[in-house]
Nanobody
Framework: QVQIVESGGALVQPGGSLRLSCAASGFPFRRAAMSWYRQAPGKERESVATISADSNTKYTDSVKGRFIISRDNTKNTVYLYMKNLKPEDLAVYYC?????????WGQGTQVTVSS
């Protein structure tokens, strides 16, 4: 059974930094691609960043240069480091496991950017 636990969401001021963590289990972690999505109030979910099993990364344009996705296969954890946060980054952030043609979603963690 795939289990996903996100953490690290918080209230942060514009220009601040935050690191989200996603601990996952129940599958061979090192063989799965992982993503972070987000959903802002009144908007559709959007892909933020993805890291492949061999650690290739891609980002949506609005976060390039500010967000970094990484993974630690020894801890079965994927991270999203966010800097220079903007009010438009306010959203619930979700961790997704991509494995054998299926996507597994976490419950999400709230990131609030406000002064």
């Amino acid at each position: 059974q795939v289990q996903i636990v996100e953490s690290g969401g918080a209230l942060v001021q514009p220009g601040g930094s935050l690191r989200l963590s996603c601990a996952a289990s129940g599958f061979p972690f090192r063989r799965a691609a992982m993503s972070w999505y987000r959903q802002a109030p009144g908007k559709e979910r959007e892909s933020v960043a993805t890291i492949s099993a061999d650690s290739n990364t891609k980002y949506t344009d609005s976060v390039k240069g500010r967000f970094i996705i990484s993974r630690d296969n020894t801890k079965n954890t994927v991270y999203l480091y966010m800097k220079n946060l903007k009010p438009e980054d306010l959203a619930v952030y979700y961790c997704i496991v991509h494995y054998i043609g299926r996507d597994y979603w976490g419950q999400g963690t709230q990131v609030t950017v406000s002064s």
